[in-house]
């Protein structure tokens, strides 16, 4: 008999242009992005074990923490973001709510962008 494949764990970095957005997620467990990454994600979210975001606001030069996505993003949109840009909203489940600088994580290279440093 054969065995299904393994699920793998994705991981996704998610840029916001301000703090604030970080601030509302982290308080009510709540992300919002782009159509085009709200694709991405849905899909990642039904074909992965588990789907890590990290976030980081546009540049700080940190990371701000790291959340786990735990549901598909659907079609009811939120007021939070001010932004029709957004698509629909999702529920993420907050790990780590820390500032860490890019420096710590010089290590990191992702082979999907060319071995460039992840940040």
């Known amino acids: 008999s054969t065995s299904p ?9 998610m840029k916001s242009s301000n703090l604030q ?17 709200e694709q991405k994600l849905n899909r990642a979210f039904w074909e992965s ?8 606001v546009q ?6 923490g790291f959340a786990r996505m ?24 907050w790990i780590r709510k820390e500032s860490i600088p890019f420096q710590f994580a010089q290590h990191l290279l992702n082979p999907w962008n060319d071995n460039k440093k992840v940040q």
């Open 5 to 13: 494949l393994p699920r793998p764990v994705r991981y996704f970095i």
């Open 21 to 37: 957005n970080i601030d509302i997620s982290q308080q009510k467990g709540i992300w919002s992005t782009t159509p085009s990454n």
């Open 49 to 56: 074990t588990i789907v890590y975001l990290i976030f980081s």
């Open 59 to 64: 540049g700080s030069g940190h990371f701000q």
């Open 70 to 93: 735990s549901s598909e993003a659907g079609c009811e949109r939120s007021q939070d973001w001010g932004s029709a840009a957004f698509g629909g909203v999702f529920k993420v489940e």
